[in-house]
């Protein structure tokens, strides 16, 4: 097993039973699966939190449908070298979808 050089120094020290079982439940409750990594932030006094991304996610995907959209009628207008007026208004109304989401996004950040 590769050693980390900048960590030299090894820590050991023991726990009982219930001890080990908290510290797995807090681990599991943080997403860290790195025993070391999960103790020495403790012991450092780093903050741990655990970030629900998946409203954020879903927002992105909608993002990227919208995208997809106006890239869609870009083409169009290019292939095409007319620019419809019903293009130009669906546009802008995604684009105004677009601005709703991310200030939906911004509301959800602490």
Known sequence: MKQNLSRSIQIKFRVNEHERD????RM???K??????YMRKVALG???YVVDLSDINEMCHDITGISRNINQISRRINADDIVY???VRQIKRQQDEIWKILKKILTKLP
């Open 22 to 25: 908290v510290i797995r439940h």
């Open 28 to 30: 599991q409750k943080m």
């Open 32 to 37: 860290i699966d790195n025993l070391g990594l």
């Open 46 to 48: 780093t903050p741990l």
């Open 85 to 87: 007026a019903e293009d």
